[in-house]
């Protein structure tokens, strides 16, 4: 089956030219994006919804899975746009490593549409790269020893802080704790505090964090 496939590919992309397949693979796969997402949209309860922002290739059983791109995610969606959840409809949000890849501006969008989303009582748990971390580090030379293994000699220390700042262009926008606590207050939330890997004020985001990101992450919580 799998080779009948690859020879079917192999003759479309002959006749149609390797520009316009690709062109056209990228319009079918929208299209069974959206209406995939079409359908999860309908099928979702209207209150008490688990939502995690940026599930990438871990979706979280019994959680609503957003991302942009179409795989593990429920819903694919770019959060540069209103998240497509009614007002005070969730009771949790976990977004890990994901506000960095955005813009300020997007990023503070998305805290908003946060608050927005969110039930009263409701707890949004974010985790991002510290850039107090990195800085403190280059500040002190002391070869980055919050990073697990051993310092690449070969690396000079503005190489590391380039690194995690622009990430191949991947990165936007970096915090600290008193700038992402500022970023959650303009947006509304007044109950903001610092978290640790793996421990949450709520059940559901207990044990929920990546560990393989825990050595360089910021973690916050924020109630509605």
Not at 71 to 78: H, K, S
Not at 173 to 183: A, G, K, M, Q
Request: charged share 25%.
């Amino acid at each position: 089956m799998q080779s009948a496939k690859k020879i079917i590919k192999v003759v479309v992309v002959k006749v149609l030219g390797r520009q316009l397949f690709s062109r056209l693979s990228y319009q079918i796969y929208l299209i069974i994006a959206r209406f995939r997402t079409y359908l999860n949209l309908r099928k979702l309860p209207q209150q008490n919804l688990l939502l995690q922002i940026g599930c990438g290739y871990r979706p979280l059983k019994n959680w609503v899975n957003l991302d942009k791109v179409f795989g593990y995610a429920d819903i694919v969606w770019n959060v540069t746009r209103s998240l497509p959840f009614k007002s005070n409809s969730v009771q949790a949000i976990f977004c890990e490593h994901v506000i960095e890849h955005l813009n300020k501006p997007d990023g503070f969008k998305l805290v908003v549409e946060c608050f927005r989303v969110l039930q009263p009582g409701g707890v949004a748990r974010f985790s991002t790269p510290d850039a107090e971390k990195y800085l403190n580090s280059y500040t002190k030379r002391d070869s980055y020893s919050f990073i697990p293994g051993k310092f690449d000699s070969n690396l000079i220390y503005m190489d590391v802080i380039n690194m995690v700042m622009r990430e191949n262009g991947e990165h936007h926008w970096l915090y600290d704790r008193e700038s992402i606590y500022d970023v959650f207050r303009k947006a509304g939330f007044n109950q903001i505090s610092h978290a640790v890997y793996g421990e949450s004020i709520h059940v559901e985001m207990y044990n929920i964090d990546s560990p393989e990101r825990a050595y360089e992450s910021l973690y916050i919580e924020a109630v509605k």
